[in-house]
């Protein structure tokens, strides 16, 4: 089960219609790297070890070509019942996964291989106990929710019984989506958001794809212009 429905009306909604979109053209280049996710995932459940992953960018877009970095946010329980924020300079498990990943790319792709961007971690530790405490303002619990609304997540399995977690709290999940919606509006009037989409629309009209009058109209209504 993944998290309650949004309201109808919701900004995030119409970016997932667009986002479907997008994927139905998805390139070779984006299903060779959720592959490469795939194996990854694997040959940390052999280590005895768990991680999952939800991917940003182009590449939650299927839009990603052999020079898009990739932007992802790593999830995984700190060691030994670590609480609190795991990130590449404080914690010792994401420059390793980092470190593995990026061989594992090498290994594949030999000169191929591409940029892996860690844009933010979730340690699973903390986010568990900031469900339990129904924490609404925690920082880490929006922002677990927010890229499970918006993005492409690998080995979902792991996090849901997160999103169980908090489905079965319907008032903290409102509180929740009010900052969810709040962070998405912020996100719409980054200038960087709007130049993603035109740069996707560009790049299927390179490929003879045409963007349908309908959906070029949400992606107008969408970005308020
Ligand atoms: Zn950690």
Redesign the pocket.
Known sequence: MTLPKLSSNSNIIKFLGLKKFFRSHETGVSRERIEDFKKFNKLINYGGDEVAFDILGSLNFGQATTDSDTDIVMY?R??EG?M????LE?????ALFKHMFLNLVTFEHNSQAYKLEIVD?I?LNQLEKDIKDKNADSALLIRFCFYRSICRGVNRRLLHKYENMISENLPLWEKISESLEECFEGIIKSSQHTYSFHKYAGRLADKGIKLPGSMAEKIKDYLKQ
């Open positions: 995984t700190c060691e670590r609190g924020e795991c990130g404080n914690c010792y498990k994401i971690c340690n």
